[in-house]
């Protein structure tokens, strides 16, 4: 069985930063690619970062700039830095991984990130 544990989401005032990690476990060979999504109150859930084992990445255009990406295949982990974070940040954020030689992705629990003041 696989697993996708998120952590680091929580609180944090406009213009601040968070670190969110993400790492799978389980039956896993490779892993590609690697992402964040995140659902806000009343919106449909949409992709923030993505990362390929080779190192390109993909950003929503709203993030650009601020959030940076990165795994370490090693760990079977993916981060993302969050800076300058802004009120409209706030989210559940969730990890998402597709494994190669089992054909389909998997989510994690989610994680919340509010951003106020």
């Known amino acids: 069985q696989v697993q996708v544990v998120e952590s680091g989401g929580g609180m944090v005032q406009p213009g601040g930063s968070l670190r969110l990690s993400c790492a799978a476990s389980g039956s896993i060979s490779r892993i590609d690619p690697m992402g964040w999504y995140r659902q806000a109150p009343g919106k449909q859930r949409e992709l923030v970062a993505r990362i390929y084992s080779g190192g390109s990445t993909n950003y929503a255009d709203s993030v650009k700039g601020r959030f940076t990406i990165s795994r370490d295949n090693a760990k079977n982990t993916v981060y993302l830095q969050m800076n300058s974070l802004l009120p409209e940040d706030t989210a559940v954020y969730y990890c998402?991984?597709?494994?190669?030689?089992?054909?389909?992705?998997?989510w994690g629990q989610g994680t919340q990130v509010t951003v106020s003041s």
């Open positions: 998402n991984v597709y494994i190669l030689v089992r054909h389909r992705d998997y």
